[in-house]
């Protein structure tokens, strides 16, 4: 069965494409608070790829660290895209189910960045201390919709179920 897509690519450069692609392709110094999807091409080898996203910041990996990065980035005004491999941002804590969060167990040393997701699993109805141990613990179902809301919030761009690879930085 012959299938319309509106690339004439093969399947093999269209795996290639999409990670090259997704990680913003061609870096730019703009202000725009948005990755912007774009409709150029540039030269890759011998061949021309379609550049979608223009890009200040790349974040590959959309775990709590990555994830973390992309909002703060975002929030600081840099255009970014996040290039997640799975389904759901958290890393293992969402699509694993490790709980829990490790803290670093210093008085007062959450992040601002801490600090609001906790806010926000309270907000949620969960506590993230259970008045036993000094772990944060979560419901990665309302993690991850907190992730995916923090990231609309700050013009993050995601990238589900993508694979890196390779980076161009002009």
């Given at each position: ?46 061949k021309k ?34 290039v997640e ?78 694979v890196l ?6």
């Open positions: 069965m012959k299938k319309n897509f509106p690339i004439s690519v093969s399947r093999r450069d269209f795996v290639k494409l999409t990670g090259l692609a997704a990680v913003g392709l061609v870096m730019d110094n703009g202000n725009l608070p948005k990755a912007e999807a774009k409709t150029s091409d540039m030269a890759y080898g011998e790829l379609p550049v979608l996203y223009d890009v200040d910041v790349c974040v590959v990996g959309g775990g709590p660290s990555g994830t973390a990065a992309a909002v703060n980035a975002a929030k600081k005004g840099a255009k970014t895209v996040l491999r799975g389904v759901a941002l958290g890393g293992l804590a969402i699509l694993g189910c490790v709980y829990p969060f490790m803290d670093t167990h210093a008085p007062d040393s959450d992040t601002p960045y801490v600090a609001e997701v906790k806010a926000r699993l309270r907000k949620h109805g969960i506590e993230p201390y259970d008045g036993v141990t000094q772990q944060t613990w979560h419901n990665p179902e309302t993690l991850a919709l907190i992730y995916d809301e923090m990231c609309a919030e700050a013009n993050v761009e995601i990238l589900y179920q993508t690879v390779d980076t161009i930085k002009t």
